[in-house]
């Protein structure tokens, strides 16, 4: 992406997913789009809007309302050589299509000697903080990660988004591509040139040398920012952003921690068994004489995220939760500030 | 007025039975006697006097089962005025709950309260036992770093929470030591910074601390180790002037070899030659067995300043005594200054310490394990005795077996030591 003939554009995070599948679409005659209004709606977030008209309704489907049918579908048509896109309108309806996916997709290739891979990607939103009530608000990462079979992504950024989908399109496993709603309108810049990621690196983001916070897809952004932020007190934090929940790129996350020594995750899903107790075992097991404390997490209040506007921002994890807990860390082991940098100037 | 209270008599014991009163009420102890004895879950040991006076009173009947540091008995005065309190808190023994040493208890046999082998690690962060029964903390960082820079972690503050030793509190206690390096010549085995004394020695002090050196300290582990054997002690009386006689022939007849041989020489091949015969002897307290040894390898206690050296002579049963003569010599010297090889003091069967030279009449040893015996070798001394008579006098030598019985009865042990004794009466046994 730094190479010097390469140009950027800024663009949005649904942009870069609506590339990335106009991309795909035209590229190979084998990939198809299916799931709910997303041919004549144009999607309930816009992300494939126009690709209908221009890839016809063979390639790009409509589906009733029937998660568990145009899921199993999809797994039907990867087995017979497409590849399927599906779009399940949010997150929280994958569990009507649970069955399909950890029974079926994720163990075909497994369970019947290989003969078949299941090359298929199944894209949803999820996340809270839109005011959607608790059944519609849900981070449920977990639930897919913990399944051998799937590969889970969860980009923070447009590039990696467009990145990441043109890797789980080309994937010969089903993918599970996690968007959260409040990237959406986030902007970044994009090679124009077509770059593909790879699954299961994540990346460093920022570099620091006091601390590290690992992190995921929405709260990579506030890691971000509060990186920046206390930068400006002479402190140091080194941000990682895990890209892929499965496979885990557990070396970068070692590695990182043992040239910091702290580490704090940061997570939108629910504390107990989350992708931070994940990243602690990993922890424990790759860098624990770097520790020079324990590893701290910062998830979302155990509880059914509320509607109202004021308990939801309570319960989701912020800025402010992240630097109380740097901090105490901070405190704990004796840390004195460098001298302070300038802040770094805001994108 | 003191109380005898039960003594801690192994690492593991909790509660003894005072199986025999030897002493009644009225008797007048001194320090030092045998008031009774007591049964651990290991052995039958004596209860002694550790005070001048008469005892008043026998708290305990025979038999009774007493926890570490409950009275036993009370010795006083004579005027009969024994203390309630301490028959009160007889009556309240079958609780296992030590009493709480009392200013005027007895201060040898302090009733150390048994503690728990290890607490529960406290769950919570709050919940954390006092100072003194709490586990180091360290993060890991931090004790890989102390370990890495050759710090002890037991001497390090720790700042962060719990007092725990974090990567800040390690490189402050390395800048500490860099900086505070006094520039006294260092003894070849200090083992090294951060254990020099934190302020030079001056007269107004009452004490000064001497930090150990790693040598001190595996002294006092192995001799610490050792206090869980049970120890018994064999005395008997060696007439030696045929032993003495013996040695100054060889000497004077291998002199142009330059043949050298010392008392110490001969007890080595004399114990060697004797084990033979009694394999027990030659034998260690495994934990769940006892270990036979096939080699006979003499340990000779050195005393160096930095703590006790047992360089080790090994199949001595095979060896000559011009050779373990010889080999003592290069043992001890190398022992001195320091340059013994693992080798060299590893592997003993069986240990002699010789404080004859300083003019010891009689002493018992402790036990070097995991070896079952230590023999304890006085001076040589002329004493006076009647044959056929007439009063004569000869040179006599007292040696003290010290036996861990676990091992070894007393049977064995004193049938060992009998041998011995005509080895080293009738030297020329020794040769064979």
């Known amino acids: 992406m730094t190479s010097e003939q390469t140009t950027n554009t800024v663009i949005t995070y649904r942009q870069a997913l609506h590339d990335a599948l106009r991309n795909e679409l035209a590229r190979d005659k084998n990939v198809i789009l299916l799931g709910e209004e997303i041919g004549i709606f144009e999607g309930s977030y816009k992300i494939t809007a126009g690709l209908l008209a221009e890839f016809g309704p063979e390639r790009v489907r409509d589906t009733p309302i029937a998660e568990e049918g145009f899921v199993g579908a999809a797994i039907g048509a990867a087995m017979l050589g497409m590849r399927p896109v599906v779009e399940i309108m949010t997150l929280n309806f994958s569990l009507i299509a649970m069955d399909q996916i950890v029974n079926h997709a994720a163990k075909i290739y497994g369970m019947f000697g290989g003969q078949t891979p299941v090359p298929m990607v199944i894209r949803m939103p999820g996340g809270g903080g839109q005011q959607l009530a608790a059944t519609h608000s849900q981070n449920l990462e977990v639930w897919f990660a913990h399944v051998p079979g799937l590969k889970v992504v969860a980009p923070s950024n447009p590039a990696d988004a467009k990145a990441l989908l043109l890797a789980s399109i080309r994937d010969n496993d089903p993918v599970i591509f996690l968007e959260n709603l409040s990237l959406y309108n986030t902007k970044g810049e994009v090679p124009n040139v077509e770059h593909v990621a790879e699954i299961g690196k994540a990346a460093v983001a920022r570099e620091g040398t006091d601390l590290t916070v690992i992190s995921y897809s929405r709260a990579t952004t506030v890691a971000l920012e509060v990186a920046r932020q206390l930068a400006g007190e002479g402190i140091s934090i080194e941000v990682v952003d895990l890209r892929s929940l499965r496979p885990l790129d557990r070396e970068t996350v070692c590695a990182s921690v043992r040239k910091t020594s702290l580490a704090v995750v940061l997570e939108d899903d629910w504390l107990s068994y989350g992708i931070g107790a994940e990243i602690s075992a990993t922890l424990m097991e790759g860098a624990f004489d770097y520790l020079d404390a324990p590893v701290r997490r910062v998830a979302a209040a155990e509880v059914p995220l509320p509607y109202a506007k004021p308990l939801e921002l309570a319960a989701l994890p912020d800025a402010n939760d992240l630097i109380k807990v740097i901090r105490e860390l901070l405190d704990a082991t004796g840390f004195t500030p460098a001298a302070a940098e300038p802040l770094d100037s805001a994108i | ?432």
Not at chain 2, 51 to 56: P, T, V
Not at chain 2, 113 to 119: D, E, F, I, V
Not at chain 2, 302 to 319: H, I, N, Q, S, Y
Not at chain 2, 405 to 420: K, N
């Open chain 2, 1 to 432: 007025m003191p109380e005898v209270v039960m003594p801690r008599l192994s690492d593991t014991m909790e509660e003894g039975v005072l199986s025999r009163w030897l002493k009644k009420e009225g008797d007048t102890v001194r320090q030092g006697d045998v008031l009774g004895e007591i049964d651990t879950d290991k052995a039958t040991m004596e209860l002694e006097s550790f005070e001048d006076g008469i005892l008043e009173k026998l708290l305990v009947p025979e038999g009774t089962t007493v926890a570490i540091g409950q009275p036993l008995a009370v010795i006083g005065d004579g005027s009969g005025t024994a203390r309630p309190e301490a028959e009160a808190a007889v009556s309240a023994s079958a609780s296992s709950v030590p009493s709480t040493p009392r200013a005027s208890a007895p201060p040898v046999p302090k009733p150390t309260p048994a503690q728990p082998a290890s607490s529960p690690a406290p769950a919570s962060a709050d919940a954390r036992p006092d100072a003194s029964t709490r586990r180091l903390l360290s993060s890991p960082l931090a004790r890989r770093e102390a370990v890495r820079h050759g710090l002890d972690p037991t001497t390090i503050t720790g700042t962060g929470p719990g007092g725990r030793i974090v990567r800040a509190d390690v490189e402050a206690a390395i800048a500490a030591a860099e900086t505070e390096q006094p520039p006294v010549e260092e003894e070849p085995q200090s083992t090294g910074r951060g254990t020099q004394p934190d302020q030079p020695p001056s007269s107004a002090q009452a004490s000064v601390e001497i930090p150990l050196t790693q040598m001190r300290k595996v002294t006092a582990q192995r001799l610490t180790e050792s206090a869980e054997a049970p120890h018994f002690y064999l005395t008997v009386v060696v007439g030696v002037d045929a032993l003495f006689r013996f040695r100054s022939e060889v000497n004077e007849r291998f002199a142009d070899q330059d043949v050298k041989v010392s008392v110490t020489d001969l007890l080595v091949r004399a114990c060697a030659v004797t084990l033979r015969h009694h394999p027990q002897v030659n034998s260690s307290w495994a934990g769940d067995k006892i270990l036979a040894h096939q080699r006979i390898n003499i340990g000779v206690a050195v005393a160096l300043d930095e703590g006790l050296m047992v360089p080790v002579v090994t199949g001595a049963d095979d060896k000559s005594l011009n050779t373990i003569a010889a080999q003592t010599q290069s043992l001890a010297e190398k022992a001195r200054s320091g340059t013994l090889k693992l080798n060299e003091f590893s592997g003993g069967t069986f240990t002699i310490s010789n404080l004859g030279m300083f003019g010891i009449d009689n002493f018992t040893a402790v036990i070097n394990p995991p070896e079952a015996a230590i023999l304890a070798v006085g001076a040589a001394t002329d004493e006076p005795y009647v044959q056929d008579g007439e009063l004569r006098s000869r040179r006599v030598m007292k040696i003290t077996m010290t036996s861990d019985h676990r091992v070894l009865d007393g049977a064995i042990a004193a049938a060992f030591l009998s041998e011995l004794k005509r080895t080293l009466e009738d030297p020329l046994r020794i040769v064979i």
